[in-house]
């Protein structure tokens, strides 16, 4: 099994350019979660998903966009990234969110100039 | 690797040692929490995690330790080795419905052979 998978690993943006990051797992579980990381800041959770067609908003969700159209998949959209946007994010999934752990992926690295 | 954790508390133990490395958590509701390694260039991994109805557990090389009254966690490796170097993230999982887990803002640890 993959596990988590997400993709692109690297990115770099122009100031004003949209993206989504996918975020693909395998262990058909019902919860999966974005987070983003910055030096200093630990892991912030963006938007995260309880289940199929559902979404949530996280601790810093503005200027993200979230999509759970298929269980196995969680896109992450920046309809206009900003320097601020620059970060490392990892998506996770777990089966349940209460006293489960949550497994990560690999971290796609953003960088928007 | 990526630069994540530019600003974080370090802990630099010989190799052999004992490491131990600790956690405040900020509810006091939560009753589930996680100890994760996360080393340069990749996600986060699951090391060991404990209930609130315990206050010790033990696993390959490591134990946690959950102290609920000062709200205080702390993670023991023993006889560090230098793959034991990477940040290492404390989660609690907050008592509140679906609520995904809130993570520390991390520690970095260096094994010095």
């Known amino acids: 099994n993959a596990g988590v998978t997400q993709t692109p690993k690297f990115r770099v943006l122009k100031t004003g350019q949209s993206m989504t990051l996918l975020c693909a797992q395998d262990m058909n579980h019902e919860y999966m979660y974005w987070y983003r990381q910055d030096p200093g800041m630990g892991l912030r959770l963006i938007h995260y998903?309880?289940?199929?067609?559902?979404?949530a908003k996280g601790e810093v969700p503005d200027g993200y966009n979230v999509s759970r159209l298929k269980k196995q998949n969680f896109l992450l959209g920046l309809e206009s990234a900003a320097p601020s946007q620059t970060s490392v994010y990892f998506c996770?999934?777990?089966?349940?969110?209460?006293?489960?752990?949550?497994?990560f992926g690999q971290g796609t690295r953003l960088t928007v100039v | 690797g990526e630069s994540v954790g530019l600003h974080l508390p370090t802990l630099s133990v010989q190799e052999g040692d004992n490491s131990i490395i600790n956690c405040a958590y900020s509810?006091?509701?939560?009753?589930?929490f996680i100890w994760y390694k996360q080393e340069s260039g990749k996600g986060p991994q699951f090391i060991i995690d404990i209930r609130s109805n315990m206050d010790k557990r033990q696993g390959q090389r490591v134990t946690v330790l959950l102290n609920k009254t000062v709200k205080h966690l702390s993670l023991q490796i023993a006889a560090t080795q230098p793959g034991d170097s990477a940040v290492y993230f404390c989660?609690?999982?907050?008592?509140?419905?679906?609520?995904?887990?809130?993570f520390g803002k991390g520690t970095r640890l260096s094994v010095i052979a």
């Open positions: 998903s309880v289940g199929e067609g559902t979404t």
């Open positions: 996770a999934s777990s089966y349940l969110t209460v006293n489960t752990e949550a497994f």
């Open positions: 989660a609690e999982n907050p008592v509140s419905g679906n609520t995904p887990l809130v």
């Open positions: 509810n006091s509701a939560s009753d589930y």
